[in-house]
């Protein structure tokens, strides 16, 4: 295995991984997500052994090989902060999106399916992906002043709690939201004003 080849399984891993993040259906995401972790503990193991029987003559590369899958092992096996990364990037990059999608529900441009106030509202276009699992968002009115839209980070489609970014103008809501942030802030936390990351139904 030479350092291109290694360069493109780096490359490849990356690109994966933020195609998982957008498009891939959660059933599919913990299968690769055990495939991987078991090919990259697998090969790290095998690269680990020839480094032992290699140790009076070893190379820089074999040395890279072993860094490498030991790395992406961990980082598989491990995905939670290379997921919050990429969920606090695509913040940054798609907040102005959100911020027209909500409008765009204020103005009453975008409505839940069968024209009702509550409920799920699929968005007119299929990319940027503001909501993961199908670009749909859901949709909670109380009155005219106060609603709450919600984007999917994980939409998950079984018994799993679903992670969310939440936009709400309703203080029941938002109490809610700070109940949760008080019993669980490793997943729940405030973003900035009227938003919130939220993780379960």
């Not at 690109?15 to 299968?31: G, K, N, Q, R, S």
């Not at 024209?115 to 968005?123: M, P, V, W």
Request: proline share 3%; with cysteine.
């Amino acid at each position: 295995m030479s350092k291109r080849i290694l360069i493109y399984i780096v490359v490849g891993w990356c690109v994966l991984t933020v195609i998982e993040f957008y498009f891939i259906p959660c059933f599919i995401v913990a299968l690769l997500w055990l495939l991987l972790s078991i090919g990259f503990l697998g090969i790290a193991i095998i690269q680990i052994v020839k480094s032992v029987k290699e140790r009076n003559s070893l190379t820089k590369l074999r040395i890279m090989k072993v860094l490498v899958f030991s790395i992406l092992f961990f980082l598989t096996f491990k995905h939670a902060p290379v997921n919050r990364l990429i969920e606090r990037a695509d913040w940054f990059i798609l907040y102005d999106r959100r911020m027209a999608v909500v409008d765009k529900v204020k103005r009453k441009e975008l409505r839940p399916h069968r024209g009702s106030k509550n409920g799920i509202c699929e968005l007119p276009y299929e990319f940027p992906v503001v909501s993961n699992g199908g670009n749909d968002i859901s949709v909670w009115e109380s009155d005219e002043e106060r609603m709450t839209i919600s984007f999917w980070i994980f939409r998950n489609y079984f018994e799993a709690p679903s992670t969310r970014l939440m936009y709400t103008t309703d203080e029941k809501r938002i109490e809610e939201f700070e109940k949760r942030i008080s019993r669980d802030a490793d997943n729940n936390w405030k973003i900035e004003e009227n938003w919130y990351r939220t993780l379960g139904d």
